[in-house]
Nanobody
Framework: QVQLVESGGGLVQAGDSLRLSCAAS????????MGWFRQAPEKEREFVAA????????YYADSVKGRFTISRDNAKNSVYLQMSSLKPEDTAVYYC????????????????????WGQGTQVTVSS
């Protein structure tokens, strides 16, 4: 089982940048796709970005494409989300997640494909 701990959230102004980190413990981290999801108040949890086990493949939600970058360092058991040009609508709790199985594909966009979740980190973007 993989345990995940997010960090790096905070209060920023529109246009600012922020980098989220997710530290993983567990032996299978390097073999799994990883994802970032977010949930704003009174909204459903939504997909933000995903990265394959090697880091060679990524997916992004249309709303963040070109502004956010997901990356991972398997040697450090970590995954990152670099967020730029932040907007007030990016305000949410951001969750790191580890996929249940090693396969990569469109299923990596779906929260049901992930079976390990962090506790979340709050990102607030003021206008």
């Amino acid at each position: 089982q993989v345990q995940l701990v997010e960090s790096g959230g905070g209060l920023v102004q529109a246009g600012d940048s922020l980098r989220l980190s997710c530290a993983a413990s567990g032996r299978s981290f390097g073999s799994r796709p990883m994802g970032w999801f977010r949930q704003a108040p009174e909204k459903e949890r939504e997909f933000v970005a995903a990265i394959s086990w090697s880091g060679a493949n990524t997916y992004y939600a249309d709303s963040v494409k070109g502004r956010f970058t997901i990356s991972r360092d398997n040697a450090k058991n970590s995954v990152y989300l670099q967020m730029s040009s932040l907007k007030p609508e990016d305000t949410a709790v951001y969750y790191c997640a580890a996929a249940e199985a090693p396969g990569w594909g469109t299923k990596s966009l779906q929260s049901l494909s992930y079976n390990a979740w962090g506790q979340g980190t709050q990102v607030t973007v003021s206008s």
